[in-house]
């Protein structure tokens, strides 16, 4: 094989890929989603394969320690949302299962 088409079989539009929803989040689960700009909570509601579908969910400026957080859902500030929120997938640096949304604005 060449590099030409190393390169065409690398960009072709495979639908099958595309089209992959696969992950290893769970639908109804409670997780912490950091991204590249802030940190979002809440229960995941929805998959696709550019996004997902919050709902419960709340912005976090700033948390206790990390570990503190992730295993008591401890922070210092909270902004709630009345909504569910979509999260571009592609912004998502890590994501781990907390105890409980937040809820209450704090």
Request: hydrophobic share 40%; proline share 5%; no cysteine.
């Amino acid at each position: 094989m060449n590099k030409f088409d190393l390169i065409k079989m690398l960009i072709s539009e495979d639908k099958t890929q595309q089209e992959s929803n696969e992950s290893f989040l769970e639908i109804s689960k409670v997780y912490a989603f950091r991204t590249v700009t802030m940190i979002y909570t809440g229960r995941l509601k929805a998959i696709n394969n550019l996004e997902l579908l919050v709902d419960e969910a709340a912005w976090i400026p700033e948390t206790e320690r990390w570990a503190d957080f992730v295993d008591t859902g401890a922070h210092k500030e909270a902004e709630p949302y009345k909504r569910p929120v979509v999260i571009s997938r592609g912004a998502l640096l890590d994501v781990t299962e907390i105890p409980s949304p937040i809820t209450k604005q704090k």
